[in-house]
């Protein structure tokens, strides 16, 4: 055992289990194997690429990881936090974002997820970090509000229809596999990317210009500290989804791009747009980025999500997507440091789109 590891054990009587803090390089060959035991309806765990890039190639840091270890030195439990970085007022905000989560069969109801989920609260509070965020499901988020985190609001994505005729097909078509007993899950392959649209094929040190234009018009608010770097990592390197994004230039200039997903949905062949990188979010540069993703990919319907009043919001609006989705997604919080400015507790204060909101 590593003196790190010494230094972090932590006793967990009766169970006889201890909670350890590891690197996310460590033990990998174990932590993919619980993964896959607990999560093997998702294949991607398969993968060893996806942990790496998440808890290690991460631009904000590696991740800190604990683990619930059995006498017998057996993984009984996994808790990883991702690094994420936010600018505001205050200025950088380090911070944290839970993530994955597992809990072996054999180890189940001793209370490992709160445990482990407590005790990185207190790493994360040793290392002064004043922003903690999570996304958690409406099953899940009364557990993280009775272990003291904040529920600062829940984001509702928009919609727009390209089609109406289309999306009445689709929606038929779901419904009768659906009657059928047959798989209504959506399938990777629907509306595939191009390789001249692909994220990594077209990010350049020239969209820093934009970047920071951004980040100045949004300097009173609490945003994800973006850079090229970061857009490479987050979208570029993904091994989950081909992401694209869609420039608009002149004078050979980026002067707006937006970011979006194709999914093929279990309904409803779909064109997530994750973030808009403008200048200024007005309704006529927004049209025009809806108008390129729409004729790149010609899907039934788009989803995208800005805060209420905002002026993304409000453009969004304008330009068709009027209609609110079904999902409900929680915006929590904890700890936090009150003196942030502007106040955390305040949804409207949060610069975020589907690209924060979209699970990890």
Avoid at 315 to 336: H, K, M, Q, Y
Wanted: with cysteine; glycine share 6%; proline share 7%.
């Amino acid at each position: 055992m590593s003196t790190s590891e010494k230094d972090s054990t932590v006793a967990a009587a009766p169970e006889e289990l201890t909670i350890k803090l590891i690197a996310p390089t460590e033990r990998q060959n174990e932590v993919a194997a619980l993964l896959r035991t607990v999560m093997s309806e998702e294949a991607h765990w398969n993968d060893s690429d996806l942990w790496q890039w998440k808890h290690v190639d991460n631009p904000f840091g590696q991740s800190l990881v604990l683990i619930s270890e059995s006498p017998d030195g057996r993984i009984a439990g996994l808790r990883a936090f991702m690094r994420w970085r936010f600018r505001s007022a205050s200025g950088l905000l380090e911070g944290f974002r839970p993530v994955d989560t597992a809990t072996h069969p054999d180890f189940r109801r001793r209370g490992i997820f709160t445990k482990l989920t407590l005790e990185a609260l207190e790493k994360t509070r040793a290392e002064d970090s004043p922003v903690i965020f999570n996304t958690p499901n409406s099953m899940s988020v009364s557990g993280y509000l009775k272990m003291g985190w904040t529920q600062v609001g829940v984001a509702v994505p928009v919609l727009k229809i390209r089609s109406y005729p289309g999306a009445a097909i689709g929606m038929a078509k779901h419904a009768l596999r659906k009657r059928l007993g047959m798989s209504v899950r959506s399938e990777a392959v629907g509306l595939p990317v191009p390789d001249s649209l692909l994220v990594q094929n077209v990010v350049t040190d020239d969209l820093t210009p934009l970047i920071e234009e951004q980040q100045r018009q949004e300097s009173d608010l609490i945003r994800t500290d973006r850079s090229v770097q970061y857009l490479m990592w987050r979208y570029g390197n993904n091994p989950l989804y081909d992401y694209a994004i869609l420039v608009e230039q002149q004078a050979g200039k980026p002067v707006a791009a937006c970011i979006v997903r194709p999914a093929a949905g279990a309904a409803l062949e779909t064109v997530i747009f994750e973030e808009f990188l403008l200048p200024e979010p007005d309704e006529a540069s927004i049209r025009r980025l809806v108008d390129m993703a729409f004729d790149a990919f010609k899907p039934d319907a788009g989803t995208a999500y800005a805060p209420p009043g905002s002026a993304t919001r409000k453009a969004l609006d304008t330009v068709g997507f009027g209609r609110e989705s079904r999902s409900r997604i929680n915006w929590v919080c904890n700890p936090l440091d009150t003196e942030i400015s502007p106040r955390p507790f305040e949804f409207s204060n949060w610069s975020i789109g589907m690209s924060e909101l979209e699970i990890l």
